[in-house]
């Protein structure tokens, strides 16, 4: 059993959760800024308002702060937009963490002095000097990031999900953190 973070509890992070739990890894998950993830998090019921599910019982919800950045992970999922991935990266930058990071967002970052995209491994590495950083890429359906028609459809699909699971933990960068999780 693995504990693991998971920082954002949007659709990404949240749904995340589930492969997780269902391979006996004690989660939690936390959600720096949205009032509404946070809301559906915390409640009883655990009922995700974007994904219209109820999350597994059995998932832990943290306020988000600095003590729970702390405390003793195996691992560190952060599924947040890009501002996010910033603001987590400040919050990242002094801890000198060596728990292995593993990013679930897409996009990219344009730095307008130097004329530069950087990814958004990149940007976090950056802005917090964290090196153990791997980043999930899926090229299914549309385009890269295709793998959301196949997660968050009308038609809920946990087989689909697992796939893709499995999917990106065959392209990882660091297999023997996903082999041990899943």
């Known amino acids: 059993m ?15 959760t589930i492969p997780c739990l269902e391979n006996k890894n004690d989660v939690t998950i936390t959600e720096p800024y949205s009032k509404r993830f946070i809301k559906d998090l ?3 019921r655990k009922f995700h308002s974007a994904l219209k599910i109820n999350l597994p019982r059995s998932l832990k919800f943290r306020k988000f702060s600095n003590d729970l950045l702390n405390e003793k992970f195996d691992l560190f999922v952060i599924a947040l937009s890009l501002p996010g991935i910033d603001f987590i990266g400040k919050k990242l930058k002094d801890k000198k963490i060596k728990t292995p990071v593993l990013v679930l967002t897409k996009g990219l970052k344009y730095l307008t002095k130097s004329k530069k995209i950087l990814t958004i491994s990149e940007n976090l590495r950056r802005n917090s000097g964290i ?7 899926c090229y299914w359906g549309r385009g890269v ?13 946990w087989s689909k999900l697992k796939c893709f699971v499995k999917f990106i933990s065959e392209i990882n960068f660091r297999n023997e953190i996903f082999n041990k999780i899943f």
């Open 2 to 16: 693995k504990k693991i973070l998971i920082i954002g509890g949007g659709a990404m992070g949240s749904a995340f």
């Open 145 to 157: 990031f295709g793998y959301k028609k196949y997660i968050f459809n009308d038609n809920w699909c």
């Open 131 to 137: 090196k153990n950083v791997s980043v999930k890429r």
């Open 42 to 44: 915390s409640s009883r």
